[in-house]
């Protein structure tokens, strides 16, 4: 299994010269890909301008969305940014997409959050075809793989039927599994050939009690649109080398391709912390 770590990009505290730094570093290893979030209406940096940054700056690290919400967006639009980022990038691209569910970034941007479904199924189709245009998208050797989330069987179905692979939103091993076990057998229902890629991800904040008290009111303000539910993801945030591992096995185990570890403060040394716990 590949594992990743995420940009701050979302996280209090970062600055673009963070994240051009922190790229760099993740670069060197050991880290396979680097992720980012997806939010408008928060103090954060859009997730396509960041892997273009840090892309420029990098020579080896995927780079992933985790995830964009698509609906939000026009799909020319996404569809060309995509497709000059994966150019510019070398192909190192995986776009994550999924309708996301916060009322107020559909708000935001005039979008209607009661169609966002039918509408993100025509995206696909038309993000497809925008890649296969030579006269709308920069020269690719290949198109950017695109990963689809969500927990729902119309979710599942529309993975299988438009994407390269599934990718979840978080949580133990067990959850994980089980929605990968779902996510094969819509595959399967289409009779497609192979096996999704399957990426997951999961929070961390390492260090001292002080980062682990930031990261979790980070995660409580980050997820407060879901209530209560904010205190169970702050409470789940990796905050251990042991609790770190558990969870990397735990992911293998359950059959994923990719997990990308986000972090929860902005700092360097949360970078250096997790590699030196895959180490």
């Not at 730094?21 to 670069?27: E, K, M, S």
């Not at 925008?130 to 689809?148: C, F, G, N, Q």
């Not at 879901?226 to 969870?247: C, I, M, Q, S, W």
Request: overall charge negative.
């Amino acid at each position: 299994m590949r594992v990743g770590i995420g940009l701050p990009t979302t996280t209090p505290g970062a600055t673009g010269s963070l994240l051009l730094d922190w790229a760099r570093r993740a670069d060197e290893g050991p880290f396979a890909s680097l992720g980012t979030l997806d939010r408008v209406v928060y103090r954060s940096f859009d997730p396509l301008a960041a892997l273009a940054a840090a892309a420029a700056v990098t020579r080896r690290v995927e780079l992933v969305t985790m995830i964009v919400i698509a609906p939000i967006r026009d799909a020319a639009t996404l569809a060309k940014q995509a497709a000059s980022l994966h150019s510019l990038s070398g192909g190192r691209l995986t776009v994550g997409l999924a309708t996301g569910a916060r009322p107020d970034d559909y708000a935001a941007t005039g979008s209607d959050l009661r169609t966002r479904g039918a509408r993100f199924d025509d995206q696909l189709e038309a993000i497809r075809l925008a890649w296969e245009d030579a006269a709308v998208v920069p020269s690719l050797v290949r198109v950017p793989k695109i990963l689809v989330g969500g927990l729902t069987g119309r979710s599942l179905a529309r993975m299988a039927a438009a994407a390269d692979g599934y990718v979840h939103g978080g949580g133990p091993p067990r959850a994980f599994a089980g929605a990968a076990a779902r996510a094969l057998a819509a595959w399967i229902d289409l009779d497609r050939p192979g096996v999704p890629e399957l990426y997951g991800q999961a929070y961390f904040a390492l260090g001292s009690a002080d980062d682990v008290e930031r990261g979790a009111a980070y995660l409580r303000d980050y997820y407060a649109f879901t209530g209560p539910f904010a205190e169970k993801v702050a409470a789940a945030n990796l905050t251990t080398p042991a609790a770190v591992r558990d969870l990397v096995r735990g992911y293998e185990e359950a059959g994923c391709d990719e997990l990308v570890l986000l972090p929860t403060v902005s700092s360097p040394d949360q970078l250096d912390r997790l590699a030196d716990v895959l180490a």
